[in-house]
């Protein structure tokens, strides 16, 4: 079942590949334009929901894709793994933590920090067995398993998939006081994303991460970081938590390390939280395979060699001065970090979807989110030509 907004692009089929060879999708695409399968080219303004931060194609992850694909895809957890090792190491130091564990999917990293936190709840902290308590944001989105939905507060993610799965409560995203009304001593965590994605580009006020930051400290909680989406480079930064020069006990990590090829998703974390799972608590077929890692490994890589978040900061700036200059009456709001940048449509104007629909006439692909918000999160390689591009289609659009 997809949402009503999700019919844009289920309705008409896009290929990045299948209209023209890749390498004309590489030499004129620049891995930010797709082609759908009448030939119609489009500036990619989503990038997969922030899974596609390197672009469509890149050269350098299909190549230690290729090269991995010769080598060793797939081997049993307790056999030879030719990239986990460095994957890990190589992760670690990325965050400046010391213990990575591999999955897949993001909604599979986020219930692998509940995990975690639970347990050192339990082992370290002291929590009586089966109280411990999370705590979570309105608007949250973590993905789509039972627990995860159970603390959404959208009921049209855990409607009709009861029993839901206790030990969560809610804060306020804008309001410190809140989180501090909802601790106990059985509270092990806080998870949030420094950005919400889906719940509207909506950066909580300044300061809170650190206000946060503390109240973990002072009460001892773990801060989790779901940077699924904010994370590797999109804010401008390489985590979105860099912003506020706050560190969390743990990073969740998915999307774009993978490098839009293959699911790749971590948890990272210190030895004392992750050395809570011993042989048998935790596992995974896939997670950690010698592909993904590979892949990884050379997103990482990537990282250090082109900067891509410094680019997605400049960039970011610009094309939000851009847009506040159209002073259009139909948007409301602008706001977000680097290339996360949400518009709010007024509701008088209608429904973002429709204005979604529109600039689509113009050769762009982008999403609305939460019914008056339309987010644009174009893969990084993007250059201030295409996003003048943007701009064009934009301005006619809102010029109306
Ligand atoms: C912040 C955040 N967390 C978790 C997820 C879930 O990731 P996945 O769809 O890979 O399970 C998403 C997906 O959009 C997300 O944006």
Known sequence: MTSSSDQIFLTQKFSAHNYA?????LA?????????????????????????????????????????LKKLTLASRAFYNDQLGEFCKDLAALCGMQKVLPVNTGVEAVETALKAARKWGYEVKGVEPDQANIIC?????AGRTISVVSFSTSSSASAGFGPLT??????????????????????VAVLIEPIQGEGGVLLPPAGF??????????SKMLL?????????????????????????DMYILGKSLGGGIIPVSAVISSEQVMGVFTPGTHGSTFGGNPLGCAIGREVMSLIKDERPHEHALQLGDYFMTQLRALNSPH?????????????????????????????????????????QTIRFTPPLVIDRAELDFALQGIKQVFSK
């Open 21 to 25: 060879p890749l390498e004309v999708v």
């Open 28 to 68: 004129e695409g620049r891995g930010v334009w797709l082609w759908d399968v009448d030939g119609h080219k489009y500036l990619d303004m989503l990038a997969a929901y922030s899974a596609m931060n390197f672009g469509h194609g890149n050269p350098r992850l299909l190549a230690a894709a290729e090269k991995q």
């Open 137 to 141: 944001f309105e608007n949250n989105f």
């Open 166 to 187: 206790p030990g969560f409560r809610i804060a306020s995203f804008s309001d410190i006081a809140t989180v501090e009304r909802q601790i106990d001593k059985n509270t």
């Open 209 to 218: 991460l650190a206000d946060l930051r503390k109240l973990c400290d002072t």
């Open 224 to 248: 989790i970081a779901d940077e699924i989406q904010t994370g590797l480079c999109r804010t401008g930064k390489i985590f979105a938590c860099e912003h506020e020069g706050v560190t969390p």
């Open 331 to 371: 948007i409301g709001a602008i706001r977000g970090r680097g290339l996360m940048i949400g518009v709010d449509i007024r509701k008088e104007s209608g429904p973002a979807k429709d204005f979604c629909k529109a600039l689509k006439k113009h050769g762009l692909l982008c999403k609305d989110t939460r019914e």
